[in-house]
């Protein structure tokens, strides 16, 4: 299926990694030009020297910026081209108890969660209004709804983004401009594949075994009862970017293997 990418630029927030990485791989292989983004310069080349090893004609560039750092945003809000897809996938999480995190625990989970994707909408869907087209994705998460104890202000973060994504949605009503988010549910990110390693290496375990612990006694809803591979959530993301998915908007997609529950 040709999902009629080819040259739209796209920028997709913390992708030299994990979900962000394989959703820039994806839009390059479909003809899009990408520019990934991580904290730093070295890790950014590194992510660009790995996609061209794979995709050697992938039009891939690289915009450092750390989301924790308004300054940075600053700067690279400055350099960001004329922007067709912009995808707001950026997410860190601090897992503790309500009752030890910490006011800058909040505060920095909000700053690089939520105000990023604020940051960067506020300076593209002007953008997109004018060319009357474009598509804005926000990664959200099933903590949006599941909300696991040890990670309320993360969860709190994935909330905000729904609000926010509907929000844009209706400021783009009439137009071709979409603006929507995803809920992946557990994902098999390299953070989560370090996690494994180390609850297994702990436990003296195999990494399968803990895998299959955490959705027996954690994630018991999940109807999946596995990691997603962070492809398969690329491949929703990747289709949502694309001119076919026109007749979606202000629509939050689950992408969670069933985790969330509720039939819609
Ligand atoms: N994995 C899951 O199970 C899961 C489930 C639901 C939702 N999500 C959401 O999906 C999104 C992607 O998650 P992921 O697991 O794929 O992430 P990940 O593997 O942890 O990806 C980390 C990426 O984020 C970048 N990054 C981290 N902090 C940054 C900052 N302050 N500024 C700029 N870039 C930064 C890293 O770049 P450098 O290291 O190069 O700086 C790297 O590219 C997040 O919003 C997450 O909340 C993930």
């Given at each position: 299926m040709d999902l009629q990418l080819k040259n739209k630029t796209a920028f997709i927030s913390g992708?030299?990694?994990?979900i962000g990485f394989a959703t820039a791989k994806l839009l390059l292989k479909e003809g899009a030009i990408v520019i990934i983004n991580g904290r730093t310069t070295a890790g950014v080349n590194k992510a660009i020297n790995k996609i061209k090893q794979e995709i050697p004609d992938a039009k891939v560039t690289g915009l450092p910026a750390d989301f924790s750092h308004p300054q940075d945003i600053q700067t690279l809000l400055l350099q960001?081209?004329?922007?067709?897809v912009l995808i707001n996938n950026v997410g860190i999480y601090t897992s503790k108890s309500f009752f030890e995190s910490t006011d800058e625990d909040w505060q920095q989970q909000f700053e690089v969660n939520v105000m990023s994707g604020v940051k960067l909408s506020r300076h593209c869907l002007p953008q997109m209004l004018e060319n009357n087209w474009g598509r804005i994705l926000f990664v959200s998460?099933?903590?949006?709804?599941?909300?696991?104890p040890d990670l309320i202000a993360y969860s709190m973060t994935k909330t905000a983004v729904l609000a926010i994504s509907r929000g844009l949605a209706q400021l783009a009503k009439g137009t071709q401009v979409t603006v929507n988010s995803v809920l992946p549910g557990s994902t098999l990110s390299e953070g989560a594949e370090q996690f494994l390693s180390d609850v297994a290496q702990k436990e003296n375990k195999t990494k399968k075994q803990v895998e299959e612990d955490f959705f027996t006694n954690?994630?018991?809803?999940?109807?999946?009862?596995r990691f997603a591979k962070v492809e398969e959530v690329a491949n929703t993301i990747v289709y949502l970017a694309?001119?076919?998915?026109?007749?979606?908007?202000?629509a939050a997609i689950k992408i969670d293997g069933g985790s969330m529950g509720g039939i819609i």
């Open positions: 992708s030299t990694a994990g960001l081209p004329k922007i067709d998460s099933e903590c949006a709804t599941l909300v696991p954690v994630r018991t809803s999940s109807l999946l009862q694309s001119p076919l998915s026109s007749a979606t908007n202000g």
